[in-house]
């Protein structure tokens, strides 16, 4: 997942690139050919005319300079209405750098209000899927760096309009290969239109045989012709919930960012919450902790760590979070053994861009006070408060607030979901969202969620003339912040099945303790300090990856069990309820992110997460492998 750039040569001020041996746009004016090919022969101004609702998603091949991206944008500003909303996806072996990317869109001053916010996003731009919004949620643009024959395979989206750009298929034959066209109709329904600059014979053969009707029409500039058409596969569209409206049960991180993730979308949300103010149980500390805990490689932990980080700190970006409730300082992990420094060695090898390495000299400069290990240090990490937080998700006009109510039972009557509590009536909705924690499993529909929960205490330090010169978070097995409110936070315990949630002194003992692994200049300070702290319950699964997504019909299922090669569309789901649930403790990076996927799921907008990943969160995934549908559970999302 290291970053492989673009490699540029700049020829009269325009962008070259040396890896395809070709230019990025037409030399004659790379604006007009975005209009003329893109824009005009997808018919996008008459079809934003007419559309007055929902999501309209525009797939690209080749993201190159944004130039595409900008001028659909430009015009969807100028013709959309403004309860729709555009969704553009593009797909980029080698990406521009930030510099680079700054250079060529300077090229365009009268895009400048659209390059600069769309340069405010572009950072840590690694393989994978990358998340940007802009416009108050207006306009969504869906990175997929990586080979295009390898990232659209993993894109659960519904395409209305397809840019078939990147460098001419003489230059990049790798691209143009039939199981590109294969995943265009894969993604495409009756209404899918396709442009491209290219007539080449392979292109249009290669379109015709998976279902598409090609056209030709002369060519912009020196080119003579330019394919264009539309999608003859028999494929419908699947519309969205006519009714925007939804329930989220429960006032914790995982329910308010699924509430505002929906809210954003223009859906009016109640919110369900059984204490007096949000986020009292596991998001209840004072500060939490943001970074990603990375272990290297592909697998779906360390994958969600890193999309649902990139993803957090983007949200951060759009809150209105002051000084006292976010600081972005940096976080300092140490290489407190032997496998920890393998750990550190593995990640920063793998994301140069995200992690430093230091040696315990520079960690101690970068923390203010004496450290013992070498470590290595997220510049981008820092600490939240969880409760601000949860108010500011909270705080989107779309969203109702509900406390002091207590959601027990859940009934689904004609096609509406109904949220009761001891029998009696709360609100209903097509939409429901459950993101109560280990209490997910308290109704009948969603009992098949394996959760559990996980004891953890915090210890508050107060403040001290030498604690005070603590300048990042410091992070072991443990972690100790920076001052907040005259206080330091120090934690957790970790005590599996434990539901207690008494504040204990032997706990306070074991946080302490760790102080000589994160700070042992600091040990003696607080050897007779009274200890005040808060314990909580971490919900977990049993293979430590969260619950996000739809849930299938238990009862069903387990009368006529499916085959492990069963579409997706055709198993028995329990239409319009969902779970985001089992974030443990990382809730900060992974709960908004499985709130997006959740949110895009519902609208059938494009995933901001791999189809692998999906699969690997989905909530059923327990009960199917109990059933040895270990395969299906795997591919569930693929379909």
């Given at each position: 997942?290291?970053q492989?750039?673009?490699q ?7 962008p070259y690139s ?12 790379g604006w ?8 005009q ?6 079809r934003?005319q007419?559309?007055?609702?929902g999501?309209?998603?525009?797939a690209e ?7 595409n991206f900008l001028?659909?944008w430009?015009l ?5 209405s403004k ?6 996806v ?7 750098n930030?510099a680079?990317l700054q250079?060529a869109?300077a ?5 400048k209000a659209?390059s600069d916010?769309?340069l405010?996003?572009?950072e840590?731009?690694s393989?994978g899927f990358h998340?940007?919004i802009f ?7 869906t990175?997929?760096?990586?080979d295009?024959?390898?990232?659209l395979?993993q894109l659960k989206?519904q395409?209305?309009a ?7 298929p003489a ?13 265009m109709?894969r993604?495409?329904?009756?209404q899918?239109?396709f442009a491209t600059f290219t007539?080449a014979?392979e ?6 045989s998976a279902n598409?009707e090609?056209?030709k029409a002369?060519?912009f500039g020196?080119?003579?012709?330019m394919?264009f058409?539309r ?5 419908s569209?699947?519309e969205a919930?006519?009714v925007?409206k ?8 995982a329910?308010t960012a699924s509430?505002?993730a ?5 859906w009016q949300v109640t919110l369900?919450?059984r ?5 009292q149980?596991g998001?209840?500390n004072?500060?939490?902790v943001?970074?990603p ?11 969600l760590a890193f999309d649902?980080?990139l993803?957090t ?7 209105p979070?002051?000084?006292k ?15 920890e420094q393998?750990?550190?060695?593995k990640?920063?090898?793998?994301y140069?861009e995200?992690?430093?390495?230091t040696n315990k000299e520079k960690?101690?400069?970068?923390a203010g006070?004496?450290l013992?290990?070498?470590g290595a240090?997220?510049?981008q990490a820092g600490?939240v408060s ?15 607030t509900k406390?002091?109510t207590?959601?027990?039972?859940l009934e689904?009557?004609?096609g509406v979901?109904?949220?009761l509590?001891a ?6 909705a097509p939409?429901v969202i ?8 308290q109704?009948r529909?969603?009992?098949g969620?394996?959760?559990s929960v996980?004891?953890?205490q ?7 003339k030498q604690?005070?010169q603590i ?7 443990s ?27 032997s706990d ?7 102080l000589?692994k994160?700070?042992p200049s ?9 200890i005040q702290?808060?314990?909580?319950l971490r919900?977990?699964s049993?293979?430590?990856?969260p619950l ?5 019909d238990m009862?069903?299922?387990e009368?006529t069990?499916p085959?492990?090669?069963t579409?997706a569309?055709e198993l028995p789901w329990?239409?319009?309820l969902?779970?985001n649930?089992?974030?443990g403790a990382k809730?900060?990076v992974n709960a908004?992110?499985?709130a997006?996927?959740i949110?895009?799921?519902i609208c ?6 791999s ?5 690997a969160?989905?909530?059923n ?5 109990k059933m040895?549908?270990?395969?299906l559970?795997?591919?569930i999302q693929?379909?």
């Amino acid at each position: 997942m290291s970053q492989i750039h673009a490699q540029l040569e700049w020829r009269n001020a325009q962008p070259y690139s040396s890896q395809y041996g070709d230019v990025y746009f037409s030399t004659d004016d790379g604006w007009a050919e975005t209009e003329y090919v893109f824009l005009q022969h997808n018919q996008l101004e008459q079809r934003w005319q007419k559309l007055e609702s929902g999501t309209f998603t525009i797939a690209e091949t080749g993201f190159g300079t944004g130039l595409n991206f900008l001028c659909a944008w430009r015009l969807w500003q100028k013709h959309a209405s403004k309860t729709a909303r555009l969704h553009f996806v593009s797909t980029e072996k080698f990406p521009l750098n930030h510099a680079d990317l700054q250079q060529a869109l300077a090229l365009w001053p009268e895009f400048k209000a659209l390059s600069d916010a769309l340069l405010q996003q572009y950072e840590n731009i690694s393989n994978g899927f990358h998340r940007l919004i802009f416009d108050e949620g207006h306009v969504t643009l869906t990175l997929l760096i990586g080979d295009a024959n390898q990232t659209l395979p993993q894109l659960k989206a519904q395409v209305d309009a397809w840019f078939l750009d990147g460098f001419a298929p003489a230059k990049n034959p790798e691209m143009w290969q039939p199981a590109l066209f294969q995943q265009m109709a894969r993604l495409s329904h009756t209404q899918t239109t396709f442009a491209t600059f290219t007539s080449a014979g392979e292109v249009k053969r290669g379109l015709q045989s998976a279902n598409f009707e090609v056209c030709k029409a002369p060519g912009f500039g020196k080119k003579r012709e330019m394919l264009f058409g539309r999608f003859i596969g028999k494929r419908s569209k699947i519309e969205a919930f006519q009714v925007k409206k939804a329930i989220v049960i429960g006032g914790g991180l995982a329910g308010t960012a699924s509430a505002e993730a929906l809210a954003r979308r223009g859906w009016q949300v109640t919110l369900i919450e059984r204490n007096a103010e949000l986020a009292q149980e596991g998001s209840g500390n004072p500060l939490g902790v943001l970074y990603p805990r990375l272990i290297g490689g592909d697998t779906p932990i360390n994958q969600l760590a890193f999309d649902g980080f990139l993803y957090t700190l983007k949200l951060l970006n759009r809150l209105p979070l002051n000084a006292k409730d976010l600081s972005l300082c940096g976080v300092l992990q140490l290489a407190f053994n032997a496998r920890e420094q393998a750990r550190l060695n593995k990640i920063s090898t793998q994301y140069p861009e995200l992690i430093q390495e230091t040696n315990k000299e520079k960690a101690s400069e970068l923390a203010g006070i004496a450290l013992s290990f070498d470590g290595a240090f997220i510049p981008q990490a820092g600490w939240v408060s969880p409760p601000a937080l949860c108010q500011a998700l909270a705080a989107h006009p779309n969203i109702q607030t509900k406390h002091l109510t207590n959601a027990m039972t859940l009934e689904k009557t004609n096609g509406v979901w109904q949220v009761l509590d001891a029998q009696k009536y709360i609100a209903e909705a097509p939409v429901v969202i459950v993101a109560g924690a280990y209490d997910t499993q308290q109704f009948r529909q969603t009992k098949g969620c394996e959760l559990s929960v996980v004891r953890g205490q915090i210890s508050l330090l107060p403040v001290t003339k030498q604690s005070q010169q603590i300048k990042t978070v410091i992070c072991t097995d443990s972690y100790l912040s920076p001052e907040r409110d005259g206080m330091h936070c120090l934690g957790a315990t970790f005590s599996p099945d434990d539901q207690d949630t008494n504040e204990r002194k032997s706990d306070h003992e074991v946080n302490l303790k760790q102080l000589e692994k994160l700070a042992p200049s600091l040990v003696s300070t607080y050897q007779n300090t009274e200890i005040q702290g808060r314990a909580a319950l971490r919900c977990v699964s049993s293979d430590y990856l969260p619950l996000a997504g739809a849930v299938l019909d238990m009862a069903k299922l387990e009368q006529t069990p499916p085959r492990y090669n069963t579409p997706a569309n055709e198993l028995p789901w329990l239409d319009g309820l969902y779970v985001n649930t089992a974030h443990g403790a990382k809730g900060l990076v992974n709960a908004p992110i499985c709130a997006e996927a959740i949110a895009s799921l519902i609208c059938h907008e494009p995933s901001p997460i791999s189809n692998s990943l999906l699969s690997a969160l989905d909530p059923n995934r327990f009960i199917l492998k109990k059933m040895g549908l270990k395969r299906l559970a795997q591919t569930i999302q693929n379909s």
